[in-house]
């Protein structure tokens, strides 16, 4: 019998080299911007470095991904209300949109993958996966 946490090993690089080549977002018309999306979704409005920070990539990286967010009209910059000095980028109605559409296409990918597990396994399976990330 294979080792468990090998397996998970395994299964973890996969999904990382598919995150890595953005897949899902790709396959949803998204482009490297969807990674600035993202990053706004999951921590609210951020600076370029709060960009930067959550992507785990340089300035001048996170710097280029928002001004291609920017000029698609996915996300606008907005002044800091706690500090006028600095700028945060705030989601727009259009970045929304595609957020929403992103999710929809994650979440169909999702489903047909475990259209044949029943709802307990898939029950199972969020409950162990939710588990796993939150001790990562």
Known sequence: MPDPVAAVETAM??????????????EAGGDASQQVLDALEATGPLGVNGVAEALGVDQPRAS??????VTAGLVRREADQHDGRRTVLVLTPAGLERLAEVHTHRRQRFAAAMETWSSEERQTFADLLTRFVSAL
């Open 13 to 26: 690089i996969t999904v990382r080299r598919r995150q890595t080549r953005r897949v899902f977002a790709a």
């Open 64 to 69: 280029k991904l928002v001004a291609a967010a």
